[in-house]
């Protein structure tokens, strides 16, 4: 049986590495990068966090993006603009006389989308937030199905339902801030669901609503939890769920045993760093039967193989 994995040397450090490396040790998180084992045989289902993760950076950067040109204004609800009117300024109030006034929000989004760039960016941040919620329920469906939540990844689990509630929350809360018609009433529907929570959902209804119905006070705090809550609770949970990963590796490298090439297990692997290896040539090849090694790896197939009665099967 050969080592499975061994760290590349020191490196020697020059240049800004080297700088920064003096000054803020940053060459330990460099070369635990380096060092990090890829697992090998993992499935592109087991990739859908990194996916998601992907889009959620998108978010943010169009979000922030969007939020530059963005006004969570609105009047409460819509003013009624007649012909004619005894105020001074009504001009400047009510540009479409004999019509509703629209909102500054409703106004601003069609600011942003008369630019193709700002288009492109609400666009883009109006469809990721769709494929978030998609690749958010097929991550958990496939840790669901391939057992990914059993032990000793409950936190793991745990984290990622809170963040399941934050996706929805982000895609409720950014649904009403085009302030059209869509989003007043289908943002009214789902406070009214909320409210038939028996004790608490009444207060909780009345506190995101800001009043007992729906005004320009909802907008603002909608948008405030959209662009200032939500984002920090989601950052700080995103940063435990892929700390937790990092400590225990995927799933989907766990169980792996090294056998002769009779079959024989010479030795069990739980978890992922052990048991992965790398094509990179700073580890040692895993030797096969073709290249007259000694051993090879294999996936356990029963949880009997393994040390701990409850981990994956
Ligand atoms: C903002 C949403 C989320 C992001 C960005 C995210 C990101 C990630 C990443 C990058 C991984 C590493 C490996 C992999 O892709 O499986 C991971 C693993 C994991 N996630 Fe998430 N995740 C999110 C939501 C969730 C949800 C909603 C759940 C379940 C309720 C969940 C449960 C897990 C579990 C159990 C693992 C470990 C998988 C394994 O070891 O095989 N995650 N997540």
Redesign the pocket.
């Known amino acids: 049986m050969s080592a499975v994995h061994s760290p590349a040397p020191p490196k020697k450090r020059k240049g800004v590495d080297a700088w920064l490396d003096e000054r803020i040790h940053s060459g330990n998180a460099i070369d635990y990068v380096r060092n990090h084992p890829i697992p090998f045989n993992v499935h592109p289902l ?5 996916v ?2 992907f889009v ?1 950076i998108s978010q943010a950067i169009t979000g922030m993006l969007l939020a530059m040109a963005y006004h969570s204004v609105a009047q409460t609800p819509y003013v009624y603009c007649p012909a004619t009117s005894p105020q001074a300024n009504w001009a400047a109030i009510c540009p479409l006389k004999g019509s509703v006034s629209p909102s500054e929000a409703w106004q601003s989004i069609q600011v942003i989308m008369s630019t193709t760039f700002g288009s492109l960016v609400r666009s883009l941040h109006f469809w990721g937030n769709y494929f978030m919620v998609v690749l ?1 329920v097929m ?2 469906m496939r ?1 669901f199905f ?1 057992g ?2 059993k032990y000793p ?1 409950e936190l ?2 745990l984290s ?2 809170l ?2 509630a934050m ?1 929805l929350g982000f895609a409720f809360t950014g649904y009403l801030l085009p302030w059209d018609q869509k989003a007043y009433w289908a943002t009214t529907v789902g406070i009214s669901i909320a409210d038939t929570i028996p004790i608490i959902g009444t207060p909780i209804a009345e506190l995101v609503k800001g009043g007992p119905t729906l005004t320009g006070a909802t907008l603002g705090r909608f948008f405030a939890i959209h662009m200032l809550l939500l984002p920090a609770l ?1 950052g700080g949970l ?1 940063g435990l ?2 700390l937790l ?1 990092n400590i ?1 590796g ?3 490298a766990d169980g792996l045993v090294v056998a002769d090439d009779a079959g024989t297990q010479l030795k069990q692997i739980p978890d992922a760093p052990e048991a992965a290896t790398s094509s990179n040539d700073r580890f040692i090849p895993r030797p096969s039967a073709a290249t007259g090694g000694a051993s090879t790896m294999l996936r356990a197939n029963s949880a009997a193989d393994l040390d701990h009665p409850e981990r994956r099967s």
Not at 46 to 50: F, N, P, Q, R, V
Request: hydrophobic share 45%; glycine share 10%.
């Open positions: 087991d990739y859908l966090g990194e998601t993760l959620f958010v991550h958990m840790g391939s990914a939540y990844r793991t689990w990622g339902v963040l399941l996706t989601t995103l769920h892929l990963v225990q995927i799933s989907a």
